[in-house]
């Protein structure tokens, strides 16, 4: 498909599209259950109807830059398979718009989920060799410390030599930043360019932008995860900036 980036500050910001599809069956329910704390009028203003998930990535370039910020959800056997509608289509996708894999000099994983992370991998081997991958210590401590599991053995410890683990805010280059905003996981980052922050799954479902005191069941720490919702939509807000997000069906939702 063809894609509109958004320049910001220099930097070109490019949402990517890797899949589209409703949750698997074993994790569908009503969004209502997936949801809890949103007033009907919360819902009122976004709907309710069957959650059609959207699987982004976005690709930033800068003079002689080419960052990718998440992985998506990888082929037909990586680890998200067992869960989200369909393989990824990121490697196609960045072709289309003339990114080869091995141009790519930074990933940057908000999170050490399976459809943000398992893209990073492929046949056993990392997908973009040439570039360091930025995430938080703090979650690879917690997907270490989980013992044994599908991300941890088939991406993470393929990725060990690309790896470069952060510990808080951290430049990745001229104008963009990782930021810590943890309690959908412990160590989940944002990424900072200019007045656009890409959230990952700091807010999943717009809802959580209408109320960010709407707790996803996924959030591993739920009120963690409301603090860094209110704090970084409020600054956005402040800012007059826009959110680019992983999930919702538009890449950009404007919040000034
Ligand atoms: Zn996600």
């Given at each position: ?73 990888g082929g037909n056997d990586s ?12 490697v ?26 398992s893209g990073?991998i492929g046949e056993g081997v990392p997908v ?26 088939r991406?993470?410890?393929p ?98």
């Open positions: 498909m063809s894609y509109v980036p958004r320049l910001v500050d220099g930097v070109e910001v490019t949402p990517i599209l890797d899949a589209v599809g409703p949750l698997g069956a074993g994790l569908r329910r009503p969004l209502t259950e997936l949801f809890s704390g949103g007033s009907a009028e919360d819902w009122d203003v976004v709907g309710d109807g069957e959650w059609v998930l959207h699987f982004r990535c976005y690709l930033l370039r800068g003079p002689g830059r080419v960052v990718l910020v998440d992985a998506g959800i680890p998200a398979s067992t869960w989200a509608p369909v393989p990824g289509r990121l196609q996708e960045l072709a289309g718009v003339g990114v080869a894999p091995g141009d790519v000099d930074t990933v940057v994983l908000t999170h050490l989920h399976s459809d943000h992370a990073a973009f060799p040439n570039a360091r991958h930025v995430i938080q210590r703090a979650e690879i401590e917690w997907i270490e410390g989980g013992g044994p599991s599908p991300t941890l053995e991406v993470v410890r990725l060990t030599m690309l790896i470069d683990a952060v510990n808080g805010a951290a430049p990745v280059m001229p104008g963009v930043r990782v930021a810590p905003a943890p309690g959908h996981t412990p160590g989940h980052q944002v990424v900072e360019v200019g007045n656009v922050t890409l959230t990952g799954d700091l807010v999943v479902h717009p809802v959580q932008v209408v109320n960010p005191r709407v707790v996803y069941a996924h959030d591993e720490d739920s009120e963690r995860a409301v603090e860094s919702r209110r704090a970084v939509l409020d600054g956005v807000r402040a800012r007059g900036g826009a959110i680019g997000t992983s999930h919702f069906a538009e890449p950009f939702t404007e919040l000034g």
